[in-house]
């Protein structure tokens, strides 16, 4: 029999968090069975039901959905998930760190991370609002057309989530990348802290407010990602005709307006003209393989730390 229960994390109010667990018989003909569980550490109050149907979806035994998360409250969930188990025993429990603010997970992240001590530590995976997945799987679907050693990349809407992880994982392949974003100064800075982390980056930062300097920053390029907010677009239709050396254009939003005109979501490897494109939906088939065999991984060992690039690593092999 299952069981399912609600409570809350301790430290937290009442009415901040909720969560739910479900508990099996961890006994089958009177032989020990461990159990694939996952903690799904959510800085939402409410867990995102996207991220536990993946989860289920990838073969775990039994889903913890924690919300409300923060680096201040995270420690006692951690610790319950470390001291419990031993041995070999360990890698069977593992920690998915979500939710819409990826900032913030990524300090919930490294706070997990710190909790940890010589071989007492799980694996943990952080994919905040699937940037790194849908990331990755925009990355690779360019790749099936391209080849980034001989190609440069601009990334519309460079400064949010996903288009940092884009940028980030285009150098990690070789490829130049020019990052956009409305400011400067926000471009420039995402730049530099890539430069930081990717040896002989090769990089540049821009800024397009206006279709005039969108097609200047297109010059040269041979792949637009747009990664922007849902509901803005950053490239019209003239404007992308007019790039005479573009090759792939990418569309990670799915939400109307097209982040590029004339993507629509469900394109995948469409012509639009001379151009090869992809819409949100179009690369979304790959970004769920992707999420699903990065929680598989997890249960491969009991110190993975799973982030931008080992995702895309991930992606490469399926």
């Keep these: 029999m299952t ?22 018989p961890i006994f089958s003909a009177g032989v ?3 159990a694939k569980i996952l903690l799904q550490l959510d ?8 991220d536990a149907v993946v989860a289920i979806d990838s073969g775990v035994d039994q889903l913890l959905r924690h919300g409300g998360i923060t680096p201040e409250n995270v420690t006692s969930l951690v610790h319950g998930a470390m001291f419990t188990r031993g041995g070999d025993t360990l890698k069977s429990t593992a920690i998915f760190v979500g939710g819409s603010d990826v900032g913030l997970a990524e300090k919930v992240t490294a706070k997990i991370v710190s909790c940890f001590f010589g071989p007492v530590r799980v694996s943990v995976l952080q994919d905040a609002s699937g940037c790194n997945t849908t990331a990755a799987a925009a ?11 001989n190609s440069k990349v601009c990334v519309l809407g460079g400064t949010g989530p996903v288009g940092k992880r884009v940028a980030e994982m285009v150098a ?8 956009i974003s409305r400011s400067i100064d926000r471009a420039q800075s995402v730049v530099d802290s890539i430069r930081a982390r990717v040896t002989n980056a090769v990089m ?14 297109l010059e040269g390029c041979d792949v637009a990602i747009a990664c922007g907010a849902a509901g803005v677009q950053l490239l019209d239709s003239q404007t992308l005709t007019n790039a005479r050396k573009l090759r792939v254009a990418i569309d990670l939003n799915a939400v109307p307006p097209s982040g590029i005109e004339s993507v629509g979501a469900m394109n995948k490897a469409t ?12 690369v979304g088939g790959l970004k769920m393989k992707i999420h699903r065999a990065a929680i598989a991984v997890l249960f491969d060992r009991n110190d993975a730390v799973i982030d931008a690039r080992e995702v895309l690593e991930i992606g490469k092999t399926l």
């Design 43 to 50: 800085t939402d109050l409410a867990p995102s039901t996207f």
């Design 3 to 24: 069981y399912i229960q609600e409570g809350r994390p301790s430290g937290l109010p009442s009415s901040l968090s909720r969560y739910q667990f479900f508990i099996s």
């Design 204 to 217: 540049d930062a821009g800024f397009a407010t206006d279709a005039k300097q969108t097609a200047e920053c």
């Design 32 to 34: 020990l069975v461990v």
């Design 271 to 282: 012509k639009v003209g001379g151009l090869i494109t992809y819409g949100a939906l179009g």
């Design 139 to 149: 990355v690779l679907s360019a790749a099936k057309h391209i080849d980034y050693q």
């Design 172 to 179: 990690l392949e070789g490829g130049k990348v020019r990052l």
